[in-house]
């Protein structure tokens, strides 16, 4: 087949050969009489001609290619049943090799990556280690760092939203003059010594006649003031008349509601209008171009363009560089053209010496420490937190144990630490330590909680729902790391390791994901209890609810919104994740890391904690003798903190009823009083009465 085909190709190349030197011979013959350049022309193309076609025709690798590429194809035009059958095989494996080179390139199930391998480790390990019980010891250290680099290209330069916030804060310098101020303050002091000269009633003890001479005397001085204000300050008596007209309405509107006032006629009240419409014009026009002076921050807000905000941009921009320019003018640029925001602002930023301040005197003496247990059986986790702060010169400690029962729906916790807190705001109710039987307080939810939905249920469908979530990430976001130089990893035994990143897009991601995921676990516990959950039971309605709002968004969705408030928020967050594995996919520690920080505050602060799940480590632990005094198998009993709820809510149940009853008393007495004075005056009357019955006797003698 393969010399046929050659052929078959060479006699074509021959063919083509023949029919270009055809016109050219026919075109001698015709045209016996040629200029030399037509000659030399015909010569060029036939050369050309003849160098194309033999390129075409010459034997080189592709040709032998395409004969290799041949033999995978069926031949149709021969005959021969074993020729077929050797192509028929040779065609079937080579489809064969293709599906399998396809099913590497998108099959991640059957032909994992480095990607999907760390992901299932990883996965694996967590499974196992929520599923059996365990010890945990944690230390967190703290670093503060500059938002942006010095030697980064963003060094210098704002954030949108905080540039947003400043120019639409900013005024240009025509807006603020520090000598409308000292005329307004002396107009305003003209105005009340007239109004103090004119007040003719000063020793009335009458309040309200008080009022109305004070009233009467400012409207009876007030158009001499008026001419003598409007002649020294003419720029600034706009303003001060306009004050003024406010004040006066005012007070009228005041002595209206006392009755001391007449109400003003229709024509008054009409004049009174169009001045306020005037002056509301005035004040517009003046004021609305920069942001509404006159209506308060966001009052201007419609009034704004694009226009406008470059121009103010621009403005504040060369103020800017001007105060660097000249380092005296900083404090004034600050205090007056970007106003209280623009301070708020820089009292919140942070600057690299105030950072490093706070790493050498704060941070680097600053440790969060944490022994932990956990039984998945009883669903139980035991913990001590200590918040550690240890100098040459001082050293302290907040220890808080704390402890979860979710079979039990309760929470136990030494209230110690927050007892000065709660003495604050409950002193007579706090019992003194001396006073407490135990050093822990247990608190349960109530029954009418935990017959809706217990504890444990959730519980599951949170640790389950967690798992699914991080199963159904990308698993771009799982990276297997070297941990050759890794002191951590040496220290704790560890053979790989898996790094995650939790971006907002993944934080989001997940937080949907997981919310999805509880509402299908309790749905199908509602579902499966129906005598429980009839129609109409709040939480089958609530989930109800809940899987119908489920369905308007992706959990994608809740990411991207993460992203949005990330870029136009003054807070900038991401989390790392490293998980430490031996052979046996076993999860021997993690290292976590959390930064928190935006340019509004012009630092991040990052969290790194380290957790280690290993018994010798939590056996010699400071922490670990207060976890077993507080909630081992000899601690004593909590005290009962419902009871102690309870008692103190009856305690205010009997002050409020023996309120109520003086309230009583208080009536009564009124009423005493009232038939008292009826009694009093019944008794002037037979007073009177018997004073006559006297004065008849006596006449009678007489």
């Known amino acids: 087949m393969s010399s046929n085909h050659v052929n078959n190709r060479n006699r074509q190349c021959h063919s083509?050969?023949?029919?270009?030197?055809?016109?050219?011979?026919?075109?001698?013959?015709n045209n016996g009489h040629v200029s030399q350049t037509s000659k030399l022309t015909s010569i060029a193309l036939l050369v050309g001609s003849a160098s194309l076609v033999l390129t075409g025709c010459q034997s080189n690798p592709t040709a032998s290619a395409d004969v290799a590429a041949s033999s995978t194809l069926m031949d149709f035009s021969t005959a021969n049943p074993a020729q077929s059958q050797r192509q028929g095989r040779a065609f079937t494996a080579s489809q064969e090799?293709?599906?399998?080179?396809?099913?590497?390139?998108?099959?991640?199930?059957k032909y994992p990556n480095t990607e999907h391998q760390a992901k299932a480790h990883l996965l694996t390990a967590i499974r196992q280690h929520l599923a059996t019980e365990h010890v945990a010891v944690a230390q967190a250290n703290y670093q503060a760092v500059p938002f942006i680099d010095a030697d980064s290209i963003d060094a210098g330069s704002s954030s949108l939203l905080r540039t947003i916030i400043e120019t639409y804060a900013y005024q240009p310098e025509g807006m603020y003059d520090s000598s409308d101020d000292e005329a307004q303050a002396e107009a305003r002091a003209e105005l009340a010594a007239v109004g103090v000269g004119s007040n003719k009633c000063n020793e009335n003890e009458d309040d309200d006649a008080y009022e109305v001479c004070v009233v009467e005397g400012i409207n009876y001085d007030y158009d001499d003031a008026k001419d003598s204000i409007e002649s020294d300050y003419p720029s600034d008596y706009a303003d001060e008349e306009q004050k003024a007209e406010q004040e006066k309405k005012a007070i009228a509107a005041i002595l209206a509601e006392a009755g001391e006032n007449e109400p003003a006629s229709a024509d008054e009240e009409h004049d009174y209008d169009a001045e306020d419409r005037d002056s509301d014009d005035y004040?517009?026009?003046?004021?609305?171009?920069?942001?509404?002076?006159?209506?308060?921050?966001?009052?201007?807000?419609?009034?704004?363009?694009?226009?406008?905000?470059?121009?103010?941009?621009?403005?504040?921009?060369?103020?800017?560089q001007q105060a660097k320019t000249e380092p005296t003018n900083s404090e004034e640029l600050s205090m007056s053209s970007t106003g209280l925001i623009g301070n708020i602002l820089t009292m919140f930023s942070r600057t690299p010496e105030q950072i490093a301040a706070t790493n050498a005197y704060q941070y680097q003496h600053l440790t969060f420490n944490s022994v932990s247990q956990y039984n998945p059986k009883q669903r139980q986790l035991h913990s001590v937190y200590s918040y550690d702060y240890a100098t040459p010169t001082i050293s302290s400690s907040i220890q808080i144990p704390v402890a979860f029962d979710f079979n039990n729906s309760s929470v136990t916790l030494d209230p110690s630490a927050i007892m000065p807190i709660v003495a604050l705001a409950n002193p007579e109710n706090t019992p003194l330590p001396s006073q407490m039987a135990s050093h822990t307080v247990s608190f349960g939810l109530p029954e009418s909680i935990t017959a809706q939905l217990p504890p444990a249920v959730l519980y599951d469908a949170v640790l389950n729902a967690?798992?699914?979530?991080?199963?159904?990430?990308?698993?771009?976001?799982?990276?297997?790391?070297?941990i050759k130089g890794d002191a951590f990893a040496k220290k704790v035994g560890a053979t790989r390791a898996v790094k995650v990143y939790f971006g907002s897009q993944q934080g989001g991601e997940m937080i949907g994901k997981t919310l999805k995921y509880v509402t299908k676990s309790l749905q199908e516990y509602v579902d499966a209890n129906p005598e429980k959950y009839p129609d109409g039971a709040i939480l089958k309605a609530a989930l109800a609810k809940a899987q119908l709002y489920n369905k308007g968004y992706q959990s994608a969705d809740v990411g991207s919104l993460l992203q949005f408030i990330e870029a136009i928020g003054p807070i900038s967050f991401n989390q790392i994740n490293y998980y430490y594995l031996d052979n046996s996919d076993r999860l021997l520690a993690k290292q976590q890391r959390v930064n928190i920080g935006g340019d509004l505050l012009g630092s991040t602060t990052t969290m790194l904690n380290q957790v280690r799940y290993d018994k010798a480590s939590f056996k010699r632990h400071a922490l670990t003798p207060l976890l077993a005094e507080s909630f081992g198998s000899n601690a004593v009993a909590p005290i009962d903190g419902n009871a102690w709820i309870a008692a103190q809510r009856q305690k205010k149940d009997r002050l409020q009823t023996a309120r109520y009853a003086r309230y009583d008393y208080e009536d009564g007495s009124l009423e005493t009083d009232y038939s008292s004075d009826e009694y009093d005056n019944r008794y002037?009357?037979?007073?009177?009465d018997e004073s006559r019955i006297g004065d008849a006797k006596d006449d009678n003698e007489k």
Do not use: C, W
Request: net charge negative; proline share 3%; glycine share 6%.
């Open 16 to 29: 083509e050969m023949a029919s270009n030197y055809l016109p050219i011979i026919n075109n001698k013959n």
């Open 97 to 109: 090799a293709q599906a399998e080179r396809y099913a590497q390139l998108f099959n991640q199930e």
């Open 283 to 320: 004040a517009s026009d003046e004021y609305d171009e920069y942001g509404g002076e006159t209506g308060g921050m966001l009052s201007g807000m419609s009034g704004l363009n694009p226009k406008t905000m470059a121009a103010k941009y621009e403005a504040m921009q060369m103020a800017k």
């Open 466 to 482: 967690i798992q699914s979530s991080m199963a159904e990430l990308a698993p771009e976001h799982f990276s297997t790391v070297d």
């Open 684 to 688: 002037d009357a037979e007073s009177i």
